[in-house]
């Protein structure tokens, strides 16, 4: 359980009364959570998860110790049909899953992590090549995390875009978009679209 709050006295009030009711231990300031990893400074705090991704490379078991400068390789189109069916599909599916929750604090990984769950059901060797190449990103970039600053403003602001057909198996476009409350990244999200767009105004509408 997290309490969070501006009132110190408040949250210890709070705290001596689920004392009373249930069986608990304080164990002080945030640090981890969840696999979440929370660090805090005067000018702010941070949130990472490089455990979460140290872990993740050792049951990947990569042969090499190759880095790359970005998770995916501008404008690859996957398609299902792509390479040779893999013989045991567990390891993609649950590498997969772990990127899922990775993007909880990494949204440079938000667009790959999109297309590679696709394949989940039905993954090939092409698509497992991928999947290694953002995994070989990550190690590069292990220690990057979000940072929230405490002098941000509250203005909110939102940023979308849209492709426009680019699925090359049933032609829907993708959108995104990332909240901003002052100088903080606080939310994001890649998702195909449910339709086919008929232009690229539509799509971006």
């Known amino acids: 359980m997290i309490i969070t709050g501006d009132d ?19 164990l002080g300031p945030l640090r981890y959570f969840l696999g979440i990893e929370v660090s805090s400074t005067s000018d702010g705090f941070s949130i990472s998860q490089e455990k979460h991704i ?15 400068e970005t998770p995916m390789k501008l404008n690859v189109k996957l398609r299902p049909t792509d390479g040779d069916p893999l013989p045991d599909p567990t390891r993609y599916r649950h590498l997969v899953g772990s990127l899922v929750y990775l993007a909880v604090t990494r949204p440079d990984i938000s667009y790959p ?29 292990i220690t990057r995390r979000l940072f929230f600053p405490r002098s941000s403003s509250l203005q909110l602001q939102c940023y979308s875009d849209a492709t426009w057909a680019s699925d090359p198996t049933d032609r829907r476009s993708l959108s995104a978009y990332c909240v901003f409350l002052g100088g903080s990244l606080i939310a994001w999200k890649t998702k195909k679209q449910t339709a086919v767009s008929r232009s690229s105004v539509e799509a971006e509408l």
Request: proline share 3%.
């Open 8 to 26: 110190p006295e408040y949250i210890a009030f709070v705290k001596v009364r689920l004392r009373d009711q249930f069986l608990m231990t304080d």
């Open 54 to 68: 140290q872990d993740l490379l050792a049951r990947a078991s990569l042969g090499d110790e190759r880095t790359v």
């Open 113 to 141: 992590v999109h297309i590679l769950s696709q394949f989940v059901s039905a993954p090939t060797t092409v698509h497992y090549s991928h999947l290694l190449r953002v995994l070989r990103y990550l190690r590069g970039t």
